[in-house]
């Protein structure tokens, strides 16, 4: 290529040769890298000292000393950052940013950071060319880009940054310090002194070059990217986030930012330290002492009732935000329920952990994931949203204050209460719904009316983790709707006794459940339980005992956090339980009585209001020893129970099941344990505890009722469905009532519940005795007795299977039998125990405080001694 070609003095064939583009380049001139050629004589223009071309063709000479430039030195000698606010660009890989239009208000950004990022680097890049197309105008339209400009003119030449700018308004760059090449349009320029005979490749040139690019790709970083080694303070200097906004980083086109009023849980993994400091400095920045509150792992345990109480009262919470930092989730497990809740209770979780099944049941827009690598780059998601961020890394110490746990304030008692209807036109009567209610009234005098009133008023006016609904009804239908409402935990129909054991075992189970709660120091977290109960003197027909744990529900339920709101067709008097129970309510709600007299007697007043007429929808309600009010309710309207249906308030939507107690553990996490080298029953401080049945062919569960005797019946069917194919055993159920929904079907050769198992046992034993003397193949059987106690001693059941207790190893036969302790004196059992059969005794400990007037103490659950090797043995829970 002769020198008249190469400045463009000539014929122009050379410069767009078609030479390989790994070979075509020359190589680094050094100094006069950035000469390039500008018209006749010949004439260059050193863009190392900046260039700024004003007139007529400005940017048809700029494109061709780009093109000049591109054409014969290699993007690792030369890249371009091209501004332009048309969309005509040369093609060339040393482009490594382009910005068009909108885009140019990144300008700024872009190249300050280039700035810091080229002053800390040991080896000079290549250089850089910052094109600007009509500056003058991008400059008035992008506050702040004259000054970064300046900022270049001043430093740029050590960093190997260079400015070519045009412009066609001089006046408007004139205080920039680089050389000015002025175009009179018609052939002629000045630089500086001297007048020159213009000189510029043709767009038809330009184009030959380009398009010598068209397979090749060179690797050129683009100035969008976030600088390496990005820091909290330059981060800061571009983006003035708004108040509450946590800014962490920079995108490939915006920001990473967040607000903890929004979004609750920050789950860090990777090279999590200089990721987690930048958190925690922002958090200090933007709360500051007064309004953040940083608990570590080691105090979690101290702040529990602290956190807990904000969750029974979210609305009302006060205080500073709670920031818990952990590195391990297992011990965020008992307060599971409240991370839901996150922003709504200002408590949020920064987890450097694995994929804990406890955050990856967190509602995945309510957290931010992180996966760091050093120096600072990271992967993140917020629900669908994921993308690369470069986070800003601070490097200060240390993190900043935050605040101290010991002026946190304790949030206040809330009120809990729902409308019942209105006296005259305005005045809201209310229930509180901490105490207890007798609705009473006759058929069709609006009895579940009343209680569908209730129920949406609470849905309406309180979050599920406030106010949580247990509803049950003998007439099935009439209040199923109320299962849709969000604070709804469970909803049974009572028209078959399974049912009514189940709402009998439910309440049960939640007052054990908040008797844990109390012992640990956790009850102020949870919700007020609203039991809403229509018909339960039916429960009480069919389970005697039913009317004893409603009774220990009004005794304990102030302490407890539990309310029960009884709606019956008659008073109280005539069965001792209900008597009791009627008396020991004092909210009453009189619906539509018949007569004064019998008005007076559900308001428990003597002299009783006058009723001058019966109106459907009128009522007086009393509490305490107050004087009866007169107030009208509404049946709730289809568009007000659909809109309290629908109420969303933060990250959780529904109430939780009714659960067990904190620090219970489930079957699968025994599973996890490892194995028993048996049936599995529960775990102990060393690990899975079991009986080895191949050894010991029987196993005898004793307690007294509710201390978890079919809880341990139901783990070891789990272990022998696990354990064992349906072509290697069969199981028979006795007493099935607890057990029939525990194992496949295929495994169950027969079943009862309350009927005389006679005919199945009869069955059984002409099996068994087929089996004795001879070399029998075939599956072993398991025998299942629930509450042995239960069996006369005409249908007991073992007592019929007495004669081939002998021969049980012989003939494959197992028993796991469950009653009292009182059990063991009868002779069918003591020949178990002659041979050899372990016992679990099961913890008849009672709850304190739970023994009241003439109702016996709440037996304590979940615990047990196998014997004869005195191993405690806690039980899993397995509902």
Same mark, same amino acid.
């Given at each position: 290529?002769?020198?008249?070609?190469?400045?463009?003095?000539?014929?122009?064939?050379?410069?767009? !040769?078609?030479?390989?583009?790994?070979?075509?380049?020359?190589?680094?001139?050094?100094?006069?890298?950035?000469?390039?050629?500008?018209?006749?004589?010949?004439?260059?223009?050193?863009?190392?000292?900046?260039?700024?071309?004003?007139?007529? $063709? @400005?940017?048809?000479?700029?494109?061709?000393?780009?093109?000049?430039?591109?054409?014969?030195?290699?993007?690792?000698?030369?890249?371009?950052?091209?501004?332009?606010?048309?969309?005509?660009?040369?093609?060339?890989?040393?482009?490594?940013?382009?910005?068009?239009?909108?885009?140019?208000?990144?300008?700024?950004?872009?190249?300050?950071?280039?700035?810091?990022?080229? !002053?800390?680097?040991?080896?000079?890049?290549?250089?850089?060319?910052?094109?600007?197309?009509?500056?003058?105008?991008?400059?008035?339209?992008?506050?702040?880009?004259?000054?970064?400009?300046?900022?270049?003119?001043?430093?740029?030449?050590?960093?190997?940054?260079?400015?070519?700018?045009?412009?066609?308004?001089?006046?408007?760059?004139?205080?920039?310090?680089?050389?000015?090449?002025?175009?009179? @349009? *018609?052939?002629?320029?000045?630089?500086?002194?001297?007048?020159?005979?213009?000189?510029?490749?043709?767009?038809?040139?330009?184009?030959?070059?380009?398009?010598?690019?068209?397979?090749?790709?060179?690797?050129?970083?683009?100035?969008?990217?976030?600088?390496?080694?990005?820091?909290?303070?330059?981060?800061?200097?571009?983006?003035?986030?708004?108040?509450?906004?946590?800014?962490?980083?920079?995108?490939?086109?915006?920001?990473?930012?967040?607000?903890?009023?929004?979004?609750?849980?920050?789950?860090?993994?990777?090279?999590?330290?200089?990721?987690?400091?930048?958190?925690?400095?922002?958090?200090?920045?933007?709360?500051?002492?007064?309004?953040?509150?940083?608990?570590?792992?080691?105090?979690?345990?101290?702040?529990?009732?602290?956190?807990?109480?904000?969750?029974?009262?979210?609305?009302?919470?006060?205080?500073?935000?709670?920031?818990?930092?952990?590195?391990?989730?297992?011990?965020?497990?008992?307060?599971?329920?409240?991370?839901?809740?996150?922003? !709504?209770?200002?408590?949020?979780?920064?987890? !450097?952990?694995?994929?804990?099944?406890?955050?990856?049941?967190?509602?995945?827009?309510? *957290?931010?994931?992180?996966?760091?690598? =050093?120096?600072?780059?990271?992967?993140?998601?917020?629900?669908?949203?994921?993308?690369?961020?470069?986070?800003?890394?601070?490097?200060?110490?240390?993190?900043?204050?935050?605040?101290?746990?010991?002026?946190?304030?304790?949030?206040?008692?809330?009120?809990? %209460?729902?409308?019942?209807?209105?006296?005259?036109?305005?005045?809201?009567?209310?229930?509180?719904?901490?105490?207890?209610?007798?609705?009473?009234?006759?058929?069709?005098?609006?009895?579940?009316?009343?209680?569908?009133?209730?129920?949406?008023?609470?849905?309406?006016?309180?979050?599920?983790?406030?106010?949580?609904?247990?509803?049950?009804?003998?007439?099935?239908?009439?209040?199923?709707?109320?299962?849709?409402?969000?604070? %709804?935990?469970?909803?049974?129909?009572?028209?078959?006794? =399974?049912?009514?054991?189940?709402? /009998?075992?439910?309440?049960?189970?939640?007052? *054990?459940?908040?008797?844990?709660?109390?012992?640990?120091?956790?009850?102020?977290?949870?919700? /007020?339980?609203?039991?809403?109960?229509?018909?339960?003197?039916?429960?009480?027909?069919?389970? =005697?005992?039913?009317?004893?744990?409603?009774? /220990?529900?009004?005794?304990?339920?102030?302490?407890?956090?539990?309310?029960?709101?009884? %709606?019956?067709?008659?008073?109280?008097?005539?069965?001792?339980?209900?008597?009791?129970?009627?008396?020991?309510?004092?909210?009453?709600?009189?619906?539509?009585?018949?007569?004064?007299?019998?008005?007076? &007697?559900?308001?428990?007043?003597?002299?009783?209001?006058?009723?001058?007429?019966?109106?459907?929808?009128?009522?007086?309600?009393?509490?305490?020893? @107050?004087?009866? &009010?007169?107030?009208?309710?509404?049946?709730?309207?289809?568009?007000?129970?659909?809109?309290?249906?629908?109420?969303? *308030?933060?990250?959780?939507?529904?109430?939780?099941?009714?659960?067990?107690?904190?620090?219970?553990? $489930?079957?699968?996490?025994?599973?996890?344990?490892?194995?028993?080298?048996?049936?599995?029953?529960?775990?102990?401080?060393?690990?899975?505890? $079991?009986?080895?049945?191949?050894?010991? /062919?029987?196993?005898?569960?004793?307690?007294?009722?509710?201390?978890?005797?079919?809880?341990?019946?139901?783990?070891?069917?789990?272990?022998?469905?696990?354990?064992?194919?349906?072509?290697?055993?069969?199981?028979?159920?006795?007493?099935?009532?607890?057990?029939?929904?525990?194992?496949?079907?295929?495994?169950?050769?027969?079943?009862?519940?309350?009927?005389?198992?006679?005919?199945?046992?009869?069955?059984?034993?002409?099996?068994?005795?087929?089996?004795?003397?001879?070399?029998?193949?075939?599956?072993?059987?398991?025998?299942?007795?629930?509450?042995?106690?239960?069996?006369?001693?005409?249908?007991?059941?073992?007592?019929?299977?007495?004669?081939?207790?002998?021969?049980?190893?012989?003939?494959?036969?197992?028993?796991?039998?469950?009653?009292?302790? $009182?059990?063991?004196?009868?002779?069918?059992?003591?020949?178990?125990?002659?041979?050899?059969?372990?016992?679990?005794?099961?913890?008849?400990?009672?709850?304190?405080?739970?023994?009241?007037?003439?109702?016996?103490?709440?037996?304590?659950?979940?615990?047990?001694?196998?014997?004869?090797?005195?191993?405690?043995?806690?039980?899993?829970?397995?509902?």
């Amino acid at each position: 290529m002769n020198d008249d070609a190469r400045w463009g003095c000539g014929p122009m064939d050379g410069c767009a !040769s078609t030479l390989d583009p790994h070979t075509r380049w020359l190589a680094d001139p050094g100094p006069d890298l950035l000469r390039v050629p500008v018209g006749h004589g010949p004439v260059s223009a050193d863009l190392a000292g900046h260039l700024v071309i004003s007139g007529p $063709g @400005g940017t048809a000479l700029s494109r061709s000393a780009q093109a000049w430039l591109a054409d014969n030195y290699s993007p690792d000698s030369v890249q371009f950052f091209v501004a332009s606010p048309g969309h005509e660009l040369i093609a060339a890989p040393h482009v490594g940013t382009a910005l068009l239009g909108p885009d140019l208000t990144r300008a700024v950004r872009a190249i300050d950071d280039e700035l810091w990022r080229r !002053s800390r680097l040991s080896e000079p890049d290549p250089a850089l060319v910052l094109v600007f197309e009509e500056a003058d105008a991008t400059v008035a339209a992008v506050p702040g880009l004259l000054d970064v400009l300046h900022r270049v003119a001043r430093e740029g030449a050590p960093l190997r940054m260079h400015l070519l700018l045009t412009t066609t308004d001089p006046a408007s760059l004139s205080t920039l310090p680089a050389q000015r090449l002025s175009l009179d @349009g *018609r052939g002629r320029g000045v630089l500086g002194a001297a007048e020159f005979e213009v000189a510029a490749l043709s767009p038809e040139q330009i184009a030959e070059i380009s398009y010598s690019f068209l397979h090749y790709w060179h690797p050129v970083r683009s100035l969008l990217d976030p600088p390496d080694g990005l820091t909290y303070e330059r981060l800061l200097v571009h983006e003035q986030p708004a108040n509450g906004e946590i800014l962490l980083g920079v995108t490939q086109s915006t920001t990473l930012k967040f607000d903890f009023g929004t979004l609750s849980h920050v789950i860090l993994r990777g090279a999590v330290e200089q990721v987690r400091h930048t958190l925690l400095r922002r958090i200090a920045d933007v709360y500051g002492p007064a309004g953040a509150v940083l608990v570590g792992a080691d105090e979690l345990d101290r702040v529990k009732p602290i956190l807990l109480a904000r969750l029974r009262n979210r609305t009302s919470w006060q205080g500073p935000e709670l920031f818990l930092v952990v590195e391990d989730a297992d011990r965020l497990l008992e307060l599971a329920d409240l991370l839901r809740h996150g922003s !709504s209770i200002g408590v949020h979780v920064i987890a !450097s952990t694995g994929d804990h099944p406890l955050l990856r049941e967190l509602p995945e827009d309510d *957290r931010l994931e992180l996966r760091a690598n =050093p120096g600072g780059r990271a992967e993140y998601r917020v629900g669908s949203n994921r993308g690369q961020a470069q986070i800003a890394l601070d490097v200060t110490e240390p993190v900043g204050e935050l605040g101290s746990l010991r002026d946190l304030p304790r949030p206040p008692a809330r009120e809990l %209460t729902a409308v019942l209807g209105r006296t005259g036109i305005a005045d809201a009567v209310r229930l509180d719904v901490t105490t207890h209610t007798w609705c009473a009234g006759y058929v069709g005098s609006g009895k579940t009316t009343v209680l569908r009133r209730i129920a949406v008023s609470l849905a309406t006016r309180y979050p599920p983790e406030t106010v949580q609904l247990l509803v049950a009804e003998y007439d099935a239908g009439s209040l199923a709707g109320l299962a849709a409402l969000p604070n %709804t935990a469970a909803y049974l129909s009572l028209g078959e006794v =399974p049912d009514m054991r189940r709402f /009998q075992a439910l309440l049960d189970d939640e007052l *054990r459940r908040r008797l844990r709660l109390e012992a640990d120091g956790l009850l102020a977290g949870a919700p /007020q339980l609203v039991v809403l109960a229509d018909g339960p003197r039916f429960v009480h027909a069919a389970l =005697p005992a039913f009317g004893k744990t409603l009774r /220990q529900v009004v005794a304990l339920g102030k302490r407890l956090g539990m309310s029960l709101v009884v %709606t019956d067709r008659f008073d109280g008097s005539g069965e001792p339980d209900f008597a009791a129970l009627e008396q020991a309510i004092t909210t009453r709600i009189a619906l539509q009585a018949l007569s004064e007299e019998q008005l007076a &007697r559900y308001l428990h007043v003597s002299t009783p209001p006058r009723m001058a007429y019966t109106i459907y929808g009128q009522a007086y309600l009393r509490v305490g020893e @107050g004087e009866p &009010r007169l107030f009208r309710f509404q049946p709730v309207s289809p568009d007000e129970f659909a809109e309290a249906a629908s109420r969303v *308030r933060g990250p959780a939507v529904r109430a939780l099941p009714l659960s067990p107690p904190p620090g219970v553990f $489930g079957y699968d996490e025994l599973e996890r344990q490892g194995d028993c080298a048996g049936l599995p029953l529960g775990t102990s401080g060393s690990g899975p505890v $079991g009986v080895d049945i191949e050894q010991h /062919q029987h196993l005898l569960v004793l307690g007294e009722p509710r201390t978890g005797r079919s809880t341990v019946l139901r783990t070891l069917l789990r272990g022998i469905a696990r354990r064992y194919t349906a072509s290697d055993c069969l199981v028979v159920l006795l007493r099935d009532l607890e057990t029939r929904d525990v194992l496949p079907a295929e495994y169950v050769a027969g079943s009862t519940c309350f009927e005389d198992p006679g005919e199945v046992v009869t069955d059984l034993l002409g099996g068994l005795r087929r089996r004795i003397g001879n070399a029998w193949s075939g599956p072993r059987l398991f025998v299942v007795i629930d509450d042995l106690d239960r069996y006369s001693a005409q249908e007991d059941p073992l007592a019929a299977m007495r004669e081939v207790l002998p021969h049980a190893r012989e003939v494959g036969l197992h028993l796991l039998v469950a009653g009292s302790g $009182g059990i063991v004196m009868r002779p069918e059992v003591a020949d178990l125990m002659d041979l050899g059969a372990p016992r679990l005794f099961l913890d008849e400990a009672p709850h304190p405080g739970t023994a009241v007037g003439e109702l016996p103490p709440i037996p304590a659950v979940g615990r047990g001694e196998l014997l004869p090797w005195k191993q405690p043995v806690r039980l899993p829970w397995t509902r």
